[in-house]
């Protein structure tokens, strides 16, 4: 089975703890964080999808000419490209990159931040559009002959692209949302469900229900977790760490930590992160909440808090229950990836090669 690490780049230098400066796009820096990916031993990087962001299209073909085997997720939300279109340029990118493109589905959890780009669709809505979506991707990249559609979001006539995928069938699909119109999707189209980092019951409960939703479709679905790994020396310098990382958003937000009944979001993912951070400031011995709590978890805001050794026997733990992609970024966000690539990376890679041969040990006994 094996295990895919992804990482997440950004066309300036910003995170929690970092304000942004400089250009909106620093080119270099682009360059450089998507070569340190690479260079610490990443399968991917995702290239996130922001309403007043760059375009990542645009991102994703810089990172992929800066790099020669780093794979590339590039986030997209359905509702703001045709799909026939987004199908022509999204197979055109996997010609370019050598065929190392993946895609992140999203539909897009925040009214008002989808009203930023003119999307006024309900919640529920917008999953149904993204089944609708998705399913045209899949026809125009493997139709051999011009394709007709009359749905309930889009219509169009003797579609047809002459660049299809290099990779075939079709570009991986990765998909993100925690609500039930989203599982029930998910289990329709991805090849790969994401998680932010929840507590080990509730990813065990929401690998159930997706592996459910698949099952009703005749498939199968891998798992992708997300986390923020804060790392160190010791587990007493590793919580040092977290306590600078947390008094520097605090500061850097001029007001203590959000209520944990205020300003929910609407996204049930965020929701989620904000239930656990209610239930304590570390959980499963160290999964870190103060973040999500103090930023209304407002994307992939939990950490995993300890020496290498120990964040990475916290993830095989996931990994246990059935996720075998990670996605890690740190809060000192091109320094963190190259530390993940020299300490953290590799010891949960042997010791996920040790379980398999261990388990084809067994397994080849036993026959």
């Given at each position: 089975m094996g295990v895919e690490f992804i990482g997440m780049i950004g066309a300036q230098a910003a995170s929690e703890i970092h304000p942004p400066h400089g250009p909106a796009i620093d080119r270099d820096y682009v360059r450089r964080f998507a070569q340190a990916h690479e260079d610490a031993g990443f399968d991917r990087i995702l290239i996130g999808y922001f309403s007043n962001g760059p375009d990542g299209f645009?991102?994703?073909?810089a990172a992929a000419w800066a790099t020669e085997r780093l794979g590339l997720m590039l986030a997209h939300r359905p509702g703001f490209v045709a799909p026939t279109l987004a199908a022509r340029k999204l197979a055109t990118l996997d010609h370019f990159s050598s065929g190392r493109l993946a895609i992140h589905v999203i539909s897009g959890g925040d009214d008002n931040d989808q009203h930023k780009d003119g999307d006024?669709?309900?919640?529920?809505?917008?999953?149904?559009?993204?089944?609708?979506y998705?399913?045209?991707?899949?026809?125009?990249?493997?139709?051999?002959?011009?394709?007709?559609?009359?749905?309930k979001y889009?219509?169009?006539?003797?579609?047809?692209s002459d660049v299809k995928p290099l990779q075939k069938p079709q570009l991986p699909i990765y998909f993100g949302g925690s609500?039930?119109?989203?599982?029930e999707i998910a289990g329709k189209h991805a090849d790969v469900y994401a998680l932010w980092g929840e507590p080990l019951d509730e990813a065990a409960l929401t690998i159930?229900?997706?592996?459910?939703?698949?099952?009703?479709?005749?498939?199968?679905v891998r798992f992708s977790l997300s986390m923020r790994p804060v790392l160190a020396a010791t587990?007493?310098?590793?919580?040092?760490?977290?306590?600078?990382?947390?008094q520097t958003i605090q500061t850097m937000r001029g007001k203590a930590p959000l209520s944990l009944t205020k300003n929910t979001p609407q996204n049930v993912g965020s929701q989620r992160l904000l239930a656990a951070a209610a239930r304590g400031k570390v959980l499963d011995k160290r999964l870190w909440t103060e973040v999500a709590a103090a930023t209304g978890?407002?994307?992939?805001?939990?950490?995993?808090?300890?020496?290498?050794?120990?964040?990475?026997?916290?993830?095989?733990?996931?990994?246990?229950l059935g996720v075998t992609t990670f996605l890690i970024r740190g809060f000192d966000p091109l320094e963190d990836a190259i530390d993940y690539g020299r300490e953290l990376i590799p010891l949960v890679r042997q010791e996920i090669a040790k379980r398999e041969a261990n388990a084809a040990i067994k397994w080849s006994a036993a026959g």
């Open positions: 645009l991102v994703a073909a006024y669709l309900a919640h529920d809505e917008r999953y149904a559009r993204t089944d609708e998705v399913e045209i991707l899949k026809r125009i990249w493997t139709s051999d002959r011009p394709i007709d559609h009359e749905g889009y219509r169009f006539n003797a579609a047809f609500s039930d119109a989203a599982i159930r229900k997706v592996r459910a939703s698949a099952a009703r479709h005749g498939r199968e587990e007493q310098e590793a919580w040092v760490r977290a306590d600078h990382i947390i978890a407002r994307g992939n805001t939990t950490s995993l808090v300890g020496t290498p050794e120990q964040v990475a026997e916290a993830l095989l733990e996931y990994y246990q």
